[in-house]
């Protein structure tokens, strides 16, 4: 079964300092990866994804993912953390099994914790 | 444009009491989901509607939850009768249909906290 793990359910970092939000997963054939946010009472604003391509991919409000095959991760970053990307973030991978619906399986989500 | 919208955005009903949520798609988006978050757990699937059918309901966690999509437009999820174990947020998401059949995000609303108490 296709399944997505998110290890921290929280993560605390100092305004301007890099962060790293980890996410890995486990799917038959080539994924299809997203990162989600979540702030305050608001709903999921979609970040970024991997399709296929360069293993780097930009997305949203100076994040990045990095796609790494051989680990089977999609790791959230950005070089300089702000107080305001205080959120809660969700990674996800598109349902392929029976058949590619666009159904999405996400992980537990991840409390990011920026501090200034 | 318009966003995908929910309504209540949020409910607090007694157990054994009725509930049905609302969901406005994005204009145009075809693919209608609709997910659950549990306090603190991951984000579920409930099931997806292609315009007015439904494509996958293998997420419905039982007979008490009935989600129509009456001329592919809105849809609605009722929960009835409400049990406690139904609290939680219920999230409605839209997407259209790719060139390469579903390769795009979904658009979120942003939710509709049910407590049932």
């Known amino acids: 079964a296709q399944s997505v793990a998110q290890p921290e359910d929280q993560v605390n970092v100092a305004e301007g300092n890099p962060l790293t939000v980890k996410c890995t997963y486990s799917?038959?054939?080539?994924?299809?990866l997203f990162w989600y946010v979540q702030y305050p009472n608001r709903g999921l604003q979609f970040l970024l994804k991997?399709?296929?391509?360069?293993?780097l991919v930009k997305g949203s409000y100076g994040f990045e993912a990095e796609f790494n095959k051989s680990q089977t991760s999609f790791h959230l970053k950005k070089p300089s953390a702000l107080v305001s990307d205080s959120a809660l973030y969700f990674c996800a991978v598109r349902d392929l099994i029976p058949s590619n619906t666009g159904k999405l399986i996400f992980g537990q989500g991840t409390t990011l914790q920026v501090k200034p | 444009e318009a966003g995908v919208t929910q309504f209540p955005s949020h409910s607090v009903i007694e157990k054994g009491q009725t509930v049905t949520l609302r969901c406005d798609p994005i204009?145009?988006?075809?693919?209608l989901y609709w997910y659950r978050r549990v306090m603190g757990k991951e984000i579920k699937f409930l099931l997806h509607?292609?315009?007015?059918?439904?494509?996958?309901e293998s997420g419905m966690p039982n007979n008490r939850f009935l989600a129509e999509r009456t001329g592919g437009t809105y849809s609605t999820l009722k929960v009835q009768p409400a049990e406690l174990e139904d609290s939680g947020v219920y999230f409605c998401a839209s997407s259209q249909s790719g060139a390469w059949g579903n390769t795009g995000e979904l658009f979120f609303g942003e939710g509709s906290r049910l407590t049932v108490l």
């Open positions: 799917v038959s054939g080539n994924p299809y």
């Open positions: 204009s145009g988006h075809d693919n």
């Open positions: 991997y399709i296929t391509g360069d293993n």
């Open positions: 509607f292609v315009k007015e059918s439904k494509q996958d």
